[in-house]
């Protein structure tokens, strides 16, 4: 009861900045027609291996969509903040585990990113891309649990790099990093077969080809649900060690500036 208050807490606050985060939809929209092109000229001259033109643009265009579930979560979950303002230590005195608690509001912004991001720009490029669709139901269905394991990969990662602000000054440079490792190594620009061996390799050995790579390869019907192995084996190593770290911070509250 208490994840579904926390989530739809969050979820009706950013409903208050819908006609705000409209901008963000049509950027994103624009970024995502900027790399298609891109494909769209390499693949004049290049057949583009197993996926063809057709498959690029459908690739592309999903993992472009996929951003706002898998990618666009909350800097550290808001730890850095609440460390440095001194809230952490009221956070991590309530009677609810605070990794429970950041994950349900977190939910509720993926929630809400699904419904007013995901949503009205796949719709879009179904209507101006010649974009793949599953031909069966099926494989709607592991396309969203591979989704779903990808934001709560995320959302781990995030609350990682939220609590690191306890033994630094600052860890919003962690937020950094690992956008630009999950750009490179997820599948996101390019899919990682294409990748060096060595950057292969290092992609293959991490959680990032989970966020991006599996899913749409679920979804261009590339991948089956197998592939969600990895995922949850993710998942929950990363959830060990952030109960692990959680209950670390409880004997190190050090408020930076507060």
Known sequence: ???????????????????AHMVHNIASAIFGFIY???????GESRTLGAYGLSGMVSYVAFNQVSLWVAAFLNNGLGLQQS????QIAIELVRPVHLFYQLMCKEWGQIAYQFVYK???IYTLYLFVLPLHVPSSVIIFLWTAVALALAAY????INFLIGAAALWTTESNWLYWVNYAFSMLLSGFLIPIEWLPGWLRFLSHASFYPFLHYVPTRIYLGMNNAWS?????GWGIGLTVICLFLASRMRRKVEVQGG
Not at 36 to 42: H, K, N, P, R
Not at 228 to 232: A, D, H, K, Q, Y
């Open 1 to 19: 009861m208490l994840f579904l208050v926390l989530a739809r807490k969050t979820y009706e606050r950013n409903l208050q900045y819908r006609g």
């Open 36 to 42: 298609i092109s891109i494909w769209m000229g390499i």
């Open 83 to 86: 460390v440095r303002t001194g």
């Open 118 to 120: 995901f949503i009205p």
């Open 153 to 156: 990969i995320s959302i781990c």
């Open 228 to 232: 969600l192995i990895g995922s949850i």
